[in-house]
């Protein structure tokens, strides 16, 4: 398994790994589309990674609308603790894809084992190191979603996306009604703005791929 520095098992062997998870109860679990992977107000299952496919974290309102608090990708960690002071009857995770969840009880992680494993000292040190992503993509989510107009959502929200592809093109990680919810505004308003914008030349969208033009 080849990993880098944000993955959940850099730097740890792969006969290390299978030994790891068995030592911390770990299991996976497989979801389809659309499916509700958990829902935050349960008993705290511990900490999910996704293994394959991606998930949405959304918070959902009495009057039935929602947002979308996280995107979830293969490598991505989620779990109740990150949203420990929200009010979490109201927040459920889903498959926006075809997913696998990998879940560690988190008592294993912060606990030495018996055996005192460097390896396991190794997990811990990722993990933190994959929360600190995590905080970095909240943190980013909400210079977004604080922008006033329509406009600055939606252009903060591509630039982020164009720094992360290194480039002016990229790919939006959802569907348009999705992205409305991301960035919490109307999608009929949203689809209005992105025409407006696409006619100024300010960018070129087609479909879910977007080219933000520099010199306008």
Do not use: W
């Not at 009057?63 to 949203?83: A, C, R, V, W």
């Not at 997913?99 to 560690?104: E, L």
Request: include cysteine.
């Amino acid at each position: 398994m080849n990993t880098t520095k944000h993955d959940l098992f850099y730097g740890i062997k792969e006969s290390e790994q299978s030994e790891m998870l068995k030592c911390f109860n770990s299991y996976t679990r497989s979801y389809s589309a659309g499916e509700v992977i958990c829902f935050f107000d349960e008993p705290d299952a511990g900490i999910g990674i996704v293994e394959e496919g991606e998930a949405c974290i959304i918070h959902s309102l009495s009057n039935g609308s929602q947002t979308i608090l996280e995107h979830l990708k293969p490598g991505d960690l989620f779990g109740q603790m990150f949203y420990y002071h929200a009010n979490r009857e109201n927040i459920t995770l889903e498959a926006s894809k075809k997913c696998t969840i990998r879940y560690i009880d988190y008592q294993h992680i912060v606990k030495r084992c018996i055996k005192s494993c460097q390896h396991h000292s190794q997990l811990v040190s990722n993990i933190l190191m994959m929360v600190s992503d995590k905080t970095k993509d909240i943190c980013e989510h909400l210079e977004a979603v604080s922008q006033r107009s329509i406009r600055d959502k939606l252009m903060t929200y591509f630039e982020t996306l164009s720094s992360k592809n290194n480039s002016n093109t990229f790919t939006i990680p959802f569907t348009m009604s999705s992205l409305a919810d991301y960035l919490s505004i109307d999608r009929s308003a949203m689809s209005r703005e992105l025409g407006k914008m696409k006619d100024e030349g300010l960018i070129y969208i087609e479909k879910r791929e977007v080219t933000i033009n520099r010199f306008k």
